[in-house]
């Protein structure tokens, strides 16, 4: 028999380094503990088709109740949950209001063109958040010649924006605007517990100001796959169903994926504060260096991005040499890389991480 799996043996000991590989290219990378695997084991299953898998039901409710909505639905990813939001929301040849570094805009593989034929009108946000006047000036106008504007899209926290959250009051404001001209509005919340837990903000206060309400199990929260979408208006929510079905995202016994799911939610969001802790202390290491140039202070939830400027090491050469030492980061683009903490990496293993990038780059 193979061995049972467990948290140890999943990481793989690099050659020649001083321990397992540290993966900090995202919070997707984090594999299912063996107490969420011994859940999924144990899952009661049914055909999700015809609404009979208990598990999925029930984390359905538990998912919909922790963002205050009426009712959820169960999704493979946080994309087909956008998707699926925008192609029930906006009709095609409408326009999507979105920040212009949005996952939407870079990482969905132009799904909102192809799959939901709407076009997308993006607004240049700070660090990834947009203000309530961006959005009033990006609203087109009612007349016979203009494209209309269909639905906002917020994403909380901002991936590309460097993890950044939105201020309540933020939300609130672009609220305000997009309902005075009857503008429905999505939250991508892939990473919505990361803006819990850095703001105080409760995930109900935030979903209260959406129609529409994603947010991934599989990212800090450690299950190996699925989102969730939830709203409290119930005809929505079966066009959303439909639409599911139409891309190909209804699946039948899912409930060892949501199984998984319901773990996650009842053991990993409180500690989603180690990595933002994880994730500061990694900026204080990496300030230190000289070839490296990070704005601190702009670290609020657990992604990190941080600019090399190294004579003889370009990009590449730089990822891959922390690699050989055991390190793994993502490259982004120009110069810079992005850091991701999770419930993969401990305390120690940050510390390890300061210390091969500063041997890299001492080189
Ligand atoms: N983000 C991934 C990559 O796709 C870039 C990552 O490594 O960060 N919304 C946001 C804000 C996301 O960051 C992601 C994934 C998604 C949606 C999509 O989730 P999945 O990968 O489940 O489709």
Request: hydrophobic share 45%; proline share 4%; charged share 20%.
């Amino acid at each position: 028999m193979p061995p049972a799996p467990n948290d140890a043996c999943e990481n793989h000991s690099v050659a020649g380094t001083a321990g397992p590989m540290i993966d900090l290219r995202s919070d997707t990378v984090t594999k299912p503990s063996s107490a969420m695997r011994d859940a999924m084991a144990r899952a009661e299953v049914g055909d999700d088709v015809y609404g009979e898998d208990p598990t999925v039901n029930r984390l359905q409710e538990v998912g919909a109740a922790l963002v205050g909505k009426k009712s959820a639905l169960f999704v493979p990813s946080g994309t087909l949950g956008n998707q699926l939001c925008l192609r029930a929301q906006a009709e095609p040849g409408r326009e999507v209001i979105v920040e212009r570094t949005s996952h939407i805009v870079r990482y969905e593989q132009g799904a909102a063109g192809a799959l939901a034929g709407v076009q997308l009108h993006w607004v240049n946000g700070t660090r990834g958040l947009m203000s309530a006047e961006q959005v009033e000036a990006a609203v087109r106008p009612k007349d016979a010649n203009s494209v209309q504007s269909a639905l906002l899209c917020i994403e909380n926290t901002h991936n590309a924006g460097g993890g950044t959250v939105y201020p309540l009051s933020a939300i609130e404001a672009i609220r305000t605007v997009v309902s005075a001209h009857g503008i429905p509005m999505h939250l991508d919340g892939a990473r919505l517990f990361n803006a819990v837990i850095s703001s105080g903000v409760s995930a109900a206060d935030y979903a209260r100001q959406f129609d529409t309400v994603t947010f991934c199990l599989s990212k800090g929260l450690g299950a190996p796959a699925g989102s969730l979408i939830a709203t409290d208006d119930q005809g929505l929510l079966e066009r959303v169903r439909r639409f599911r079905r139409m891309y190909g995202g209804a699946m039948r016994q899912a409930g060892i994926l949501a199984a998984a799911g319901l773990y996650a939610l009842e053991h990993n969001i409180q500690r989603l504060a180690e990595d933002h802790a994880n994730a500061r202390r990694l900026a204080a290491l990496l300030q230190q260096i000289p070839a490296v140039s990070l704005n601190p202070d702009a670290v609020a939830t657990n992604i990190l991005f941080f600019n090399v400027n190294h004579s003889r090491l370009s990009i590449p050469a730089f990822v891959a040499a922390l690699n050989q030492e055991g390190l793994l980061v993502g490259a982004v683009g120009g110069k810079t890389c992005r850091a991701v903490t999770h419930l993969d990496v401990s305390a120690e293993a940050i510390e390890r991480a300061g210390g091969i990038v500063a041997r890299v780059l001492g080189r």
